[in-house]
């Protein structure tokens, strides 16, 4: 396989390990906090359960990038795509 457009490689290569980075911090994070009880969970205050659903949204955009970043390392040897960055 040769890849056809070295830009969009790169700059694929960095997206999807800024998604792999972003998961792999935030999900054992998010599932901490899901695993608490009920109880537990009602005592924190609201600050904390405000944090917890930001990083929710931030794990979503993280499977956002690492799949934008798959995508673009798929185009990438796509000879079609071969001149269209530069």
Sequence with gaps: MEIK???LFF???IVLILGILIIIFDYPQIQFLENLDSESYYMLDEEKKNIHQRMKI???VGIGFFVTGIGMLAVSFLK???NRLR
């Design 5 to 7: 457009n070295l830009t």
């Design 80 to 82: 079609r795509f071969e």
């Design 11 to 13: 700059i694929g290569m």
């Design 58 to 60: 931030e794990l979503a």
